[in-house]
């Protein structure tokens, strides 16, 4: 399926020549590279956070650190909690990750793999896409990575 899946979408979007699709070598990898994490969202996110900035504000008010002393520690609450939150949650997901053949069977969606071709293929063509709008800009932003000698030589 896999092979027939980069035939089809070789012939529907064929390369520049003497450019590599990069699409279709993503693909070729995709039963190795592609993987599926757990994603905690919306309230979930909400809950963890509150709970860290409480445990946070908690922690150092037995430290003596309360809002009468630190009236900004309400932010540095949510910045640390944010982060912490953020460290639970990205453990968690790292600890379970689903390969493309797992999630297709789970699923029985059989077109995975092609609709994951088509997204980067369109996500990859907007990147490029966003890049050359940015080219009339890219002279005076490269002048800081020129070489000392070139621009001596520029000079001269």
Do not use: C, Y
């Amino acid at each position: 399926m896999e092979t027939d899946m980069v035939d089809n979408n070789e012939r529907a979007q064929p390369a520049v020549a003497g450019e590599s699709d990069v699409t279709t070598e993503l693909a070729r990898l995709m039963k190795r590279d592609l993987i599926f994490t757990m994603r905690f969202i919306g309230e979930s996110q909400h809950l963890m956070q509150r709970h860290f900035q409480q445990f946070i504000l908690r922690e150092l008010a037995m430290m003596g650190v309360t809002p009468e002393s630190h009236p900004m520690i309400h932010v540095f609450s949510e910045k640390h909690a944010l982060m912490l939150r953020d460290f639970v949650f990205s453990g968690v997901s790292l600890s379970r990750q689903f390969r493309v053949e797992e999630v297709e069977q789970l699923t029985g969606d059989t077109m995975m793999r092609v609709d994951v071709w088509d997204e980067l293929r369109n996500h990859i063509r907007m990147a490029e896409s966003q890049f050359r709008t940015q080219l009339p800009q890219l002279p005076t932003i490269l002048e800081a990575w020129k070489s000392p000698e070139a621009g001596a030589t520029d000079t001269l």
